[in-house]
């Protein structure tokens, strides 16, 4: 619970920003001074539900909001009759819950929801909650980001009637990416050169867990990022007992600035290079941001994909 109470820290932090819409409302709507607030409606799971409570939840998390919408104030400071901080605040707390359900039930909750702004036909609130949705979901610098979890509403953003005709390219791009080594699927397979000069290939490396990570030397967040999987209890305990192996490679063109500074990764650690640049070139990985951590399974299969550090470590703690 640790981790998770870290997680909410972090997506409240991120809810002092404004979440952003253009206002608009109907043409023969009232004056939107006129009609009621109300705080974000939270969900009330019965005592006793098959499923759980946090399942329920998520199934669940927006139905009373979008209920008769439209009789509540939408303006430039309420969608939906919420303040635009608290409906943000409450989508984070959606987010989080994501990661508290099994990841079908999660896709299946961001595919609904889109759903319902494509059947409340509300401006304002689409675009405030497909630009929530985006920055928790999708922005690398989320810590509560799932593509995963992202992937079935962009489709729908591609393909449906909700998102402009010119944004339409965009999010079919960001699908197509997020459907690339999605969780549970193959890791693609490359191969790099090692700080011995050996060309390796990723399947070559066997272990029970494999964490790669794409990094960069002279990346702050990088660093910051050794420094936790380094001081990480839980990395140290599966690594030891050779159940968890890491490998972080470097994706760019700067060879040289990384060999210079490659005494600076984990002697414990596979560090190497990609000698062929297919990686970023070919966007065999889609790397949008370094560090970005992918954990894989005995076989290869994707279990994670660009995951944020609290949720692995969280992960990870729960295996020994």
């Given at each position: 619970m640790g981790g998770l109470k870290r997680i909410l820290q972090g997506v409240l932090l991120l809810a002092v920003l404004a979440a952003c819409g253009r206002g608009k409302t109907g043409e023969s709507a009232p004056a939107p001074a006129a009609l009621p607030t109300r705080v974000f409606p939270r969900v009330q799971p019965p005592q006793m539900h098959p499923d759980g409570p946090v399942i329920y939840t998520v199934d669940h998390f927006w139905d009373a909001y979008f209920?008769?919408?439209?009789?509540?104030?939408?303006?430039?400071?309420?969608?939906?009759?919420?303040?635009?901080?608290?409906?943000?605040?409450?989508?984070?707390?959606?987010?989080?819950?994501?990661?508290?359900?099994?990841?079908?039930?999660?896709?299946?909750?961001?595919?609904?929801?889109?759903?319902?702004?494509?059947a409340a036909k509300n401006p304002a609130v689409t675009d405030a909650l497909v630009e929530l949705t985006s920055r928790y979901l999708y922005d690398p610098n989320s810590p509560v980001r799932c593509e995963d979890f992202y992937r079935p509403f962009v489709e729908k953003l591609a393909e449906g009637d909700l998102a402009p005709e010119d944004m339409k390219p965009q999010y079919g791009f960001q699908a197509r990416m997020c459907a690339m080594n999605a969780m549970g699927t193959p890791a693609a397979d490359f191969a790099f050169t090692d700080t011995r000069g050996r060309k390796r290939t990723l399947y070559g490396i066997e272990a029970e867990y494999l964490l790669l990570i794409f990094g960069n030397p002279d990346c702050t967040a990088c660093?910051?990022?050794?420094?936790?999987?380094?001081?990480?209890?839980?990395?140290?305990?599966?690594?030891?007992?050779?159940?968890?192996?890491?490998?972080?490679?470097?994706?760019?063109?700067?060879?040289?600035?990384?060999?210079?500074?490659?005494?600076?990764?984990?002697a414990a650690w596979i560090n190497g290079y990609d000698h062929t640049f297919t990686i970023r070139d070919d966007i065999l990985y889609n790397v949008r941001a370094v560090p970005s951590m992918y954990l894989l399974d005995k076989d290869k299969r994707v279990i994670f994909k660009d995951v944020p550090p609290e949720i692995l470590l969280t992960y990870l703690s729960m295996l020994g």
């Open positions: 209920a008769d919408l439209g009789k509540y104030r939408t303006d430039s400071l309420y969608l939906g009759g919420v303040e635009k901080i608290r409906l943000e605040e409450a989508y984070g707390l959606f987010a989080t819950l994501l990661w508290n359900v099994p990841p079908e039930t999660a896709k299946a909750s961001t595919e609904r929801l889109y759903d319902q702004l494509a660093k910051d990022l050794v420094v936790q999987m380094e001081s990480s209890p839980a990395v140290a305990e599966l690594g030891a007992s050779g159940r968890l192996k890491v490998v972080d490679i470097f994706i760019d063109r700067e060879v040289d600035q990384w060999k210079a500074r490659v005494a600076d990764y984990p």
